[in-house]
């Protein structure tokens, strides 16, 4: 059984920063690429960020590049999410998720599984 566990939320003024932890449980956590999803209340879950399994490659929602850096630290079974400059619509639960083998298209909802639990981040204006 994978688990993933979201941790970091909370609420922050907008201009602030917070870094959103996920923590893996499964040993073979280092071979698969991650994401990051974001569900504000009454919308669907969206795309934010997603990292390669050895880190080398990134991807990014145009709306938070430049702002949100993803990263990994396979050691300790931990993906990151730093987020800067943080705005009133950045304002949402955010999830963690292991893409499934075989699906390249990181933007897509249906090609993840092992969601977390999420945690959720307040950005007031």
Partial sequence: QV??????GGLVQAGGSLRLSCAASGRTFSNYDMGWFRQAPG??????????????STYYAGSVKGRFTISRDNAKNTVYLQMN???PEDTAAYYCAVVRQ?????TSMGNYDYWGQGTQVTVSS
Avoid: T
């Fill in 102 to 106: 075989g699906r390249y298209d990181y």
């Fill in 3 to 8: 688990q993933l566990v979201e941790s970091g």
């Fill in 85 to 87: 400059s943080l705005k």
């Fill in 43 to 56: 919308k669907e879950r969206v795309f934010v960020a997603a990292i390669s399994w050895s880190g080398g």
